[in-house]
Each structure stands twice: as structure tokens, then as C-alpha cells.
């Protein structure tokens, strides 16, 4: 239900003396800085990784507005309602400029589309976990956002220009989101008894999911190697996972909230937070779609695309008339 549809590599990185001309020829200009545009020769190989990785990312934006939307209609004050209507609002911003810099490599938004609803391509593993209290709104914004950010920065140095055009708009935009995110969390941990118990049980819940984000261990990431090669990817994911926890910990130790690992211990030698790894298994049962809200979250999706196909249908004729007046005149 849930398998890759857009392959990509998946294979060793090749030595210049294996390259093509024209391939070495590329990967010169990658180790040079140069940035890659739509029109420019590139290797199938690396057009077929951003498909994959930019769409997927685009997905999981969109995909990523429903846990947080279902709270919407019962956050605490108006304030709070009118700040996360926004932030939900700016998800699917960047779900939008995502698609148009994957429509540069040659594929269609409805293409990709309807690859997700196939469950034929992926979205970020944590948007199958619920959303069961107003602090786990919190917990997103300060987490999910967070581990989102750490991710994106490098990529806005990534060699596709549309990518990492797109990354410096959306990278704004995220910090403005865990820093939303933080605030829900000051105030729950400093509110009544409860409320700090919900925020303790929100980061209990989210901490392990937000780990698994930066996908698995650099040991075991099929695509790490020549994703970085071709600079799709600048940092490994075990890299952005560490600099991720060294960031977080002492803001949970700010909050008063306790990090649900008994592991997690700075070591101060290294300058670098010791943790646990998250459950792969776990992890990859959420892959397969037995996540806990994996079949809620697709089926939404799907049975909105159905149920707004007249609002699609609609712009496409007016688009249609449009052209056919501005054709007349
Ligand atoms: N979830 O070889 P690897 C957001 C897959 S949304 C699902 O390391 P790669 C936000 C991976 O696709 C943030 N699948 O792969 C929105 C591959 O499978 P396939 C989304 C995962 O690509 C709303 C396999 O595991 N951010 O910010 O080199 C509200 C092996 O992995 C995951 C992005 O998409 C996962 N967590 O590295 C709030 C960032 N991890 O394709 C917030 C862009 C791995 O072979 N993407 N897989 O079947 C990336 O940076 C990279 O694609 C990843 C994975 C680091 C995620």
C-alpha cells in the first residue's frame, strides 16, 4: 500500500572513470557550487531523486496540515485559533511551491497526486501519529518544526536551483512555525498541573516519531551516498538528527519537561547530546502504512480530492474560456 513508485538510484555512487563524459562533465560542475536549472543536461538518475525526494516532500506538507487542522476549530483562545489557521494555511504554501519545482523536472502535479493517493509514493512517516490533545499542537510546532527546519536549512544549498529556491522561502516560514509551537509549550509547562502533564505526554508521544524524521541510520540509508554526491542532500541524516537532539535537549530542560530517554546524557568531551535510536521497526511498520493513522490520513486525502474535483473542474473552464477570449481579441 504504501511502496516507493518513484525509484531513484538506490546504487553506489559511480567512480569518475565509470561516468560518461557528459556525466563527469556534470558532477564537475556539482563539485564546483553551480546550481543545476530545469533546462540543463542531467543525469536520469539524479532527475528521478528529486521527483522522488521533492515530491515527497510536497506531500508530506499537504499531508502534514491534517493532524494540525483538526484543531482548528478548538484551539483555546481566538489568538491561538487565528496564529494556527495560518501556520496550516502556509503548509499548503509549501506544498504548492514544492509540486512547481518538481513540475520543472518533467513530471505533473496530478501525476504525483495521484501517485500518493495509490500509496504509491511516500509522505513524512510522523503525520501518521495522532493529534489527541492541544498540547500536541505545541509539540509539533516546537519538534516536528524543529526537526523540519534542521533538515531544510542545507537544503536550501542543495544543487537544484528551483529546490533550493524554494527552501530559503519555506525555511523563513518554519521558524516562525517552532517558534509557535515553543510558546504553546512555555505556556503548558508553566500552566496548572494538567496542562503541564499534557505537555510532558505530548513530548512523550512526539519525541521518538520527530527522531525518526531524518530517516534511518546513515548505515542503513539506501540513498544517502549519491543523494550527497549529487548535493540533493548536504547532511546525513544521523548528522541532522545529532544536531537536532543537541538543539532540543536543553530546551525541554528549559520547559521543565523530561526527554523520555534514560540514555540521554551530554557527553562533554564530544559537546554532543548521547541518545537512544527510535524504534526501526517502528519506524518501518509506519512505512508499510500500519502506522496508527495511516489509512485516516490517506483517506482524507483522497476523499477531498474526489469531493473538490467541481471546484478543479471549474478553474479549468473558466481558464479554457479566458484563453479562448484573449485568442478572439
Ligand atoms: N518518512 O535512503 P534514505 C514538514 C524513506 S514536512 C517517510 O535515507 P533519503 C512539515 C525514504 O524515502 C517535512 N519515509 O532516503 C509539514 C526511502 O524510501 P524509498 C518533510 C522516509 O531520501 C507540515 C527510505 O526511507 N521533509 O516540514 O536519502 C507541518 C530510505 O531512506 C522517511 C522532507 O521531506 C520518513 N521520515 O532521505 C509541519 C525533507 N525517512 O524512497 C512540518 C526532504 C526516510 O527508497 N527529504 N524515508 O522508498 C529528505 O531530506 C530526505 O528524503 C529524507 C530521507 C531525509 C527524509
Redesign the pocket.
Known amino acids: 500500500m504504501y511502496a516507493?513508485m518513484v525509484k531513484s538510484t538506490?546504487n553506489a555512487v559511480k567512480s569518475r572513470e565509470d561516468m560518461t563524459p557528459e556525466e563527469r562533465r556534470f558532477q564537475d560542475r556539482i563539485d564546483a557550487g553551480e546550481k543545476i536549472e530545469p533546462r540543463d543536461w542531467m543525469p536520469d538518475g539524479y532527475r528521478q531523486t528529486l521527483i522522488?525526494?521533492i515530491g515527497?516532500?510536497a506531500h508530506?506538507?499537504i499531508v502534514?496540515?491534517l493532524p494540525?487542522a483538526n484543531w482548528i476549530t478548538r484551539a483555546p483562545t481566538l489568538e491561538r485559533k487565528a496564529i494556527l489557521l495560518a501556520k496550516v494555511q502556509d503548509?499548503a504554501g509549501h506544498g504548492l511551491y514544492l509540486y512547481c519545482a518538481a513540475e520543472t523536472l518533467g513530471v505533473s502535479r496530478d501525476q504525483l497526486l495521484d501517485w500518493l493517493h495509490q500509496g504509491r509514493m511516500?509522505?513524512?512517516?510522523?503525520f501518521n501519529y495522532p493529534t489527541l490533545t492541544w498540547a500536541d499542537i505545541g509539540a509539533?510546532g516546537w519538534l516536528?518544526?524543529g526537526a523540519?527546519i534542521m533538515?531544510?536549512v542545507p537544503?536550501q544549498r542543495s544543487s537544484y536551483g528551483p529546490y533550493s529556491r524554494a527552501m530559503i522561502r519555506i525555511c523563513k516560514e518554519?521558524s516562525f512555525?517552532q517558534r509557535q509551537g515553543y510558546s504553546i509549550m512555555m505556556k503548558m509547562a508553566n500552566g496548572s498541573e494538567a496542562q503541564r502533564r499534557m505537555a510532558q505526554d505530548a513530548l512523550n508521544r512526539f519525541w521518538y516519531p520527530s527522531l525518526?524524521?531524518?530517516?534511518?541510520s546513515d548505515r542503513n540509508?539506501?540513498?544517502?551516498a549519491q543523494?550527497m554526491a549529487w548535493k540533493i542532500?548536504i547532511s546525513s541524516?544521523d548528522e541532522l538528527r545529532q544536531k537536532f537532539v543537541d538543539q532540543t535537549a536543553p530546551q525541554a530542560e528549559f520547559l521543565g519537561l523530561r526527554i523520555p530517554d534514560d540514555a540521554l546524557r551530554l557527553n562533554e568531551s564530544t559537546g554532543h547530546y548521547e541518545f537512544s535510536e527510535p524504534d526501526w521497526n517502528e519506524f518501518h511498520e509506519v512505512?508499510r502504512g500500519n502506522g496508527p493513522c495511516n489509512h485516516e490520513r490517506l483517506g482524507t486525502r483522497v476523499r477531498d480530492w474526489e469531493d473538490n474535483a467541481w471546484v478543479r473542474e471549474g478553474l479549468m473552464a473558466n481558464a479554457a474560456k479566458r484563453a479562448m477570449r484573449t485568442a478572439a481579441e
Open positions: 516507493q538506490g522522488r525526494q515527497q516532500h508530506s506538507e502534514g496540515q494540525e503548509e511516500k509522505y513524512s512517516s510522523i509539533i516536528v518544526d523540519a533538515n531544510q537544503l518554519e512555525h525518526m524524521m531524518f530517516g534511518p540509508s539506501v540513498h544517502s543523494s542532500k541524516n512505512l
